[in-house]
Nanobody
Framework: QVQLVESGGGLVQAGGSLRLSCAAS????????MGWFSQAPGKEREFVAA????????HYADSVKGRFTISRDNAKNTMYLQMNSLKPEDTAVYYC?????????????????????WGQGTQVTVSS
């Protein structure tokens, strides 16, 4: 079992940056594919980015390509999301999630239902 705790959210002006962290408990963090999702008020939770267990593979939603970078440090049991050039439409609660690496490499890294463990979320607010 994996427990996930996000941090790093906050209020930032448009064009600014934030770095989100996702701290994981458990000895098997390095065996999981990991993802970030966002949920804006009144909207469905949607895929933002995903990373394989060994960081050799990453995927991004088109809306964040070139602005966000996902990374992980397995020695620290932590995943990150560096968010640059933030826009007001990035305002949302951001969740980290963990999935079987088999599901990741089967192409299901963008599917909500393919993730087994979720954090509680961290709020990101971008003002215009």
């Amino acid at each position: 079992q994996v427990q996930l705790v996000e941090s790093g959210g906050g209020l930032v002006q448009a064009g600014g940056s934030l770095r989100l962290s996702c701290a994981a408990s458990g000895r098997t963090f390095s065996s999981y594919g990991m993802g970030w999702f966002s949920q804006a008020p009144g909207k469905e939770r949607e895929f933002v980015a995903a990373i394989s267990s060994g960081s050799s593979s990453t995927h991004y939603a088109d809306s964040v390509k070139g602005r966000f970078t996902i990374s992980r440090d397995n020695a620290k049991n932590t995943m990150y999301l560096q968010m640059n050039s933030l826009k007001p439409e990035d305002t949302a609660v951001y969740y980290c999630a963990a999935q079987s690496i088999l599901r990741y490499y089967s192409g299901r890294y963008g599917s909500l239902t393919a993730y087994d463990y979720w954090g509680q979320g961290t709020q990101v607010t971008v003002s215009s």
